[in-house]
Every structure is written in structure tokens, then in C-alpha cells.
């Protein structure tokens, strides 16, 4: 299993790799539903790390 830090690092990466290749995301600027996706996947990770972190303190 993955730890909320592993999740958060893998949903940017993804979210950074799709944006830099798609074309309607890179040339046209306009966010395709994939995109989309992944950026909802990236700020779920974030709130989980978040919501972890803050329990451990």
C-alpha cells in the first residue's frame, strides 16, 4: 500500500505528464476531461496527505 506522500507524488507527476503531452491541454490550452481527472486525483491526494499529516503531529 501506498502512504498519502507516495499517492500525492505519483498524482502530480501524472496530472504534469498528461498536460505536457496532450495536445488539446498543451498547444490548445484548454483542459481535456483526462486532465480533468487527474487533477481531481492530485487534489484528493493532497487533502488525504493533509488530513494524515495533521493527525501525526
Known amino acids: 500500500m501506498t502512504s498519502p506522500e507516495d499517492a500525492l ?4 507527476a501524472a496530472y504534469e505528464e498528461h498536460t ?3 495536445r488539446q491541454c498543451h498547444v490548445d490550452m484548454s483542459p ?3 486532465s480533468k481527472l487527474l487533477l481531481r486525483a492530485y487534489n ?3 487533502r ?8 501525526m503531529r
Open 9 to 12: 507524488h505519483q498524482a502530480r
Open 20 to 22: 505536457r503531452t496532450c
Open 32 to 34: 481535456c476531461a483526462v
Open 44 to 46: 484528493n491526494a493532497r
Open 48 to 55: 488525504a496527505q493533509g488530513r494524515t499529516g495533521s493527525v
